[in-house]
């Protein structure tokens, strides 16, 4: 079964710095796709990037990038120019395997400061 | 296209009480997921479908049924509500490649 570790539940940074948030998985899959979602207050969950496993280049959105190292299993985000409107809850997440499981680690919250 | 909809958004139940929450999405998605989230646990998983007919549990099923009669629809059951299920509920639901959330279904249970 896979898991996915968010390993800082919180971090904060100051508006307009960069900031990289971690997450770790486990799985014994070969084909798989990792997202990073964002939770703002309002509850909504809203994709921020997606990478396919099978991709070597690293997605890339806007502000939002990510570093994925398929040999160690990791999957960090880093966030550029920071935005008020960034802080939120962000979620590291994990789809994949025969079954179609989709897997979130527990979340870190950030907040960006003025 | 509405994408994907949870109807109640909001519910207060008493203990030993039952209800059923629906999740409901027009994009022909074959996998569809309810979670809960709690403070400091993330999403966790209570039951997931791969398709119409299908069901299967997650890390969180007890005190949980689901159904998937319709390919659109997939059901959240709770038989006898408990204060440990008091919680957020989200569905999701997915064609393979990425998901997509309900809003969310505030549920207390007093």
């Known amino acids: 079964a896979q898991t996915v570790t968010q390993s800082q539940p919180e971090m904060s940074v100051q508006e307009a710095e960069t900031v990289t948030l971690s997450c770790t998985y486990d799985?014994?899959?070969?084909?798989?796709?990792l997202f990073w979602y964002k939770q703002p207050p309002s509850r909504q969950m809203i994709l921020v990037i997606r990478q396919e496993a099978y991709k070597q280049q690293n997605a890339t959105e806007n502000r939002f990038s990510v570093n994925f190292q398929k040999a160690a299993k990791s999957f960090s985000l880093k966030i550029s120019d920071s935005q008020l409107g960034d802080t939120a809850m962000y979620f590291c997440?994990?789809?994949?395997?025969?079954?179609?499981?989709?897997?979130f680690g527990k979340g870190t919250l950030l907040t960006v400061n003025p | 296209n509405a994408g994907v909809t949870q109807t109640p958004k909001f519910r207060v139940l008493k203990t030993g009480q039952s209800m059923t929450l629906l999740c409901a999405q027009d994009m022909n998605h074959e996998y569809m997921y309810w979670y809960r989230q709690d403070p400091g646990m993330g999403l966790r998983l209570i039951h997931y479908s791969v398709g119409e007919g299908t069901t299967a549990k997650g890390e969180v099923p007890d005190g949980y049924n689901v159904s998937r009669l319709k390919k659109q629809n997939f059901l959240l059951g709770l038989e006898s509500a408990a204060p440990s299920q008091t919680s957020v509920y989200f569905c999701a639901s997915t064609p393979g490649t990425e998901a997509f959330f309900g809003q969310g279904t505030r549920l207390t249970v007093v």
């Open positions: 799985t014994s899959e070969n084909n798989y796709y």
């Open positions: 997440a994990f789809l994949g395997g025969s079954n179609y499981k989709l897997t």
